[in-house]
């Protein structure tokens, strides 16, 4: 089977988004974000409460931080998206709008084409297939991945029962959305 495609920005930056979300460490981080501002409005106003009896202190303080638990998630969600844009525009520029392809086979390896560029990769080197809604990603075990839009595969199942022949997991993540 011989899948061609062309990534595109969009392509990019689900995969970038996609293991974002999936890292514990920026989960960790973008919870520790969350929280520590509102806290630190909260010390504020009972600063201002305890030092000088202000009671308007620590309503506004109280009212800043329940704002900021209610606007965080959307600047985050954008905050990141923005940030892996501008990487892949730096980074990434030259892999994209080129026609590349993924050709399986029944030996032990894949054979990738990108850029222009042919190689091969032992099927031992790849992790597992994501499926998202719009796109497989081929994860390798050493890191990165095979992205490859769902539009230029004719044949999802089969795509899928060949990997799987491969004896590579499978991961269905389709109702996976960026937040």
């Not at 630190?40 to 106003?45: D, S």
């Not at 026609?99 to 029944?106: C, F, Q, S, W």
């Not at 991945?145 to 004719?154: C, D, N, R, S």
């Amino acid at each position: 089977m011989k899948i061609e495609y062309t990534l595109t920005e969009e392509d990019f930056l689900e995969y970038q988004l996609y293991i974002t979300s999936q890292s514990k460490s920026i989960q960790k981080k973008r919870l520790i974000a969350k929280f520590t501002v509102p806290l630190m409005y909260i010390f504020i106003g009972i600063f201002f409460y305890f030092y000088n009896n202000n009671q308007n202190a620590i309503l506004i303080c109280i009212f800043l931080a329940a704002l900021w638990l209610l606007i965080y998630p959307l600047y985050s969600k954008y905050r990141y998206k923005r940030f892996y844009l501008n990487h892949i525009k730096k980074k990434y520029t030259d892999k994209l709008d080129h026609v590349d392809a993924l050709k399986l086979g029944n030996n032990n390896y894949f054979y990738v084409k990108e850029q222009g560029k042919e190689g091969k990769v032992k099927t031992t080197d790849a992790d597992k297939l994501i499926e998202l809604k719009d796109h497989f990603f081929l994860q390798m075990k050493k890191g990165g991945a095979i992205i490859i839009p769902k539009t230029y595969v004719l044949n999802g199942e089969a795509f899928k029962q060949q990997i799987a022949n491969l004896n590579i997991a499978y991961l269905n993540d389709t109702d996976w959305k960026w937040n």
